[in-house]
Structure formats: C-alpha cells, structure tokens
C-alpha cells in the first residue's frame, strides 16, 4: 500500500488506464516468451530422446546430425534463461525462436530426405510441426511475425516438395493421393489458410484487453467516487477507517508508531458567510493542496466534511518529529489564499493521538485526537496540542 499512497492523494487509484493496459500487454509478452521457452525445452528435449532410440540410429547419419541441429535451439533455451526467469521482455526472442524454429525443422526434413526417403516432404510426422510453430509465432500477440512465418513456412515446404517430386517412388508415389501436385497445392493452401485464422489472435487479444481496460477505468471510476471526497480529491472518512485499520495492525505487528492528527478550520463560516461559497471551495481545495505537499507517500490526508481533515502519519520516529509535523501544516495553511485578485487569511486546530503512547486502541486514538483538537479550540485556536 505505501508506495501508492500518493495516488490516493490525487483521487484515483493507482496506475493509470493507459498505463494498465500498456502493463497488460507488456504481461502478455512476457507470458508468450515464457511458453515458447518450456515449449522448446519440451519439444526438443523429446525430439532429441526420440532421435536416441532410433533402432537404426548406428546407420542412419540423420540421427547424429539431427541431435546437432537440436543442439542450437536447446543452446539458444539455455542463453535466455535468466532473462525468461527475471521477467525481463525481449521483443526479438519471438522472431528468433520462430525462424530459428522453421529453418532447423527445414534443415531436418532436407536431410531425412537426401538419407532416408524422398518422400518425406509428404509423409513424414514431422512436416505437422509447421502448423505447431505457426501457431506459436501466434501466441506472441505480433501480427507481422505471424505473416513471415506463415509466408517462411510456405516457401520451405514448397521448396523441400519440389526437390523431392522429381525423385519420388512412382511405385509408392502413384498410390499416395498426398504425393502429387495437387495434394502440395491442399498442403499450401491449408497453411495459407491457418496462418490467416491465427492473425486474427493478436486482434482478439487486443479486444479483450480493450474490454478489460474499459473494465478497469469503471472499477476505478467507482473506487474514486466512492473512497475520495469530490470536491478536494482527498481521502473520503470512509478510506480513513480502512487505512486506520490497516496501519494500526501494521504498527502492532512491526511494534512502530503511527500519528493521528485531527485538523478544524479557523473562521471558516466566517469566509463562506462573507465571500461566499465559491471563496469556501477554493479554501478547501488548497488547505488539501497544502496538506498533501507536507505528507508522505506512506501517509494518508483525508477530509471528513465540511471544513474538517485528518490525517494519519505511518513509521513517525518520536513524539516531536509530529509535533515539527503540526508546526510544518500549521504554517503553511497561514499562508494567504489567493482569490479572484484578493487574499483570504485562515489558520488551522489540530489534535494529536499517538500510537502506542497515548493508546492501544484504533478507536480510542480517535476520540483521543478529537478530544485533544477541540482542546485547542477552547484555549484560542490556531495551534496543535497532544492527546
């Protein structure tokens, strides 16, 4: 809570919209590298054990070579570890696990066909893992990663089934309906096809993001009006008991002091009776200005109604420290007020209830400061005055 007291302070909760939604999407690429980092460590740490118990391994020179090709992107896993791990976003990770990704699996199926069958291009198992790819460049919310793939993706299979064709088994080929022309124009198109549908993730993604920043900017709009006094943006008094609450079990449990202070007005009725409440208004909002420019972020000001605030002090060192505190806020609410060319004069009361000096209790440091401020309104106002 304590770093973002000076946001109460403003009137709105913390983090901006813009700023809300700029963290989500920047979360939703940290989520996206973070997936395709154990989809590697998945994917090829499986590939590499299949490739290992290969009964034909001992003959087979793809085995050996494959375990090589696997080894870059193994190595590339191992390199952004740390920077998966500590949450830090890298913008060109996508596009180098992505290519990286459909060259290796294109160098792969080049060399299982010069080895082993020229019909690999359209039997093997691994020509599906193209589609599995594509579908990961998705995932990364980046609409032009998704287009290279998908076009990468067409020119390599392509590639790989033209330097085969002419190669093929006529005897197996002409039984395959997959081996002809006609079936590579069905694989094309079908890839064609996927990667239009997966440009639509990154736009879905931006919807929903938009739908739950629309969400946010109401819950916070609610939060403010319900928490916050309209006219000075401070804390309302219902705020003040909940942040009382807290920071008394904070301070009990940490065993550290906290102040409640109570401030009234001087001769207030006296400026909305003579110059009117507009004069009041303008009064109130800098007394709120003033007051928040000597708190803390840990602290919190609120205004109870009327011409009433308070304000409670979080972590305060000893009885004096608050009692420089009261001098500081005193003497800056005496500073004149400017209005429409003229100057209006106030000073300030304040009652002072420390805890655990003057009381163990949450509500008794509050009757406490009360007591203590109208105290120093008998004995001539304009002063501070201790529980």
Known sequence: MRPSQAAWHAGNPPG????????????????????????HWVLYVIMAVLLLLDP??????????????????IGLNFAVTRKILSRQPQPWLSYAYTFLDLTLLTLFNALDTYFNSTLTPVTTVTMLIYPILLFLAALQNDR?????????????????FAAAYPHFDQRIASKLLCADLLGQVYRSFFLLLFGGLLLFFPATLRRLLEKQKALLEQNMEHFSQAHHDELTGLANRRMFSSFLEKIHSLSRRHKQRFAILFLDLDGFKKVND????????AVLRAVASRLLSQVRTSDLAARFGGDEFALIASQVESREGVGLLSGRILTSIREPIPFHGEHIHI???IGIALFPDDGQDADQLVRLADDALYRVKRNGKDGSDFA
Request: glycine residues 6%; negative net charge.
């Open 56 to 73: 034909l391994r001992a003959s087979n020179p793809v085995v050996p070579l494959g375990i090589a090709i696997l080894a870059i992107p």
């Open 144 to 160: 032009l990663l998704i287009v290279l793939a998908t076009l990468y993706t067409l020119l390599a299979t392509n590639i790989l």
């Open 16 to 39: 901006d919209s813009s700023d809300i939604q700029a963290s989500l999407r920047k979360e939703e690429a940290l989520r996206g590298e973070r997936f395709a980092w154990n989809y």
């Open 347 to 349: 000073s300030a009361s």
């Open 274 to 281: 003579t110059l009117g409440h507009d004069a009041g208004d």
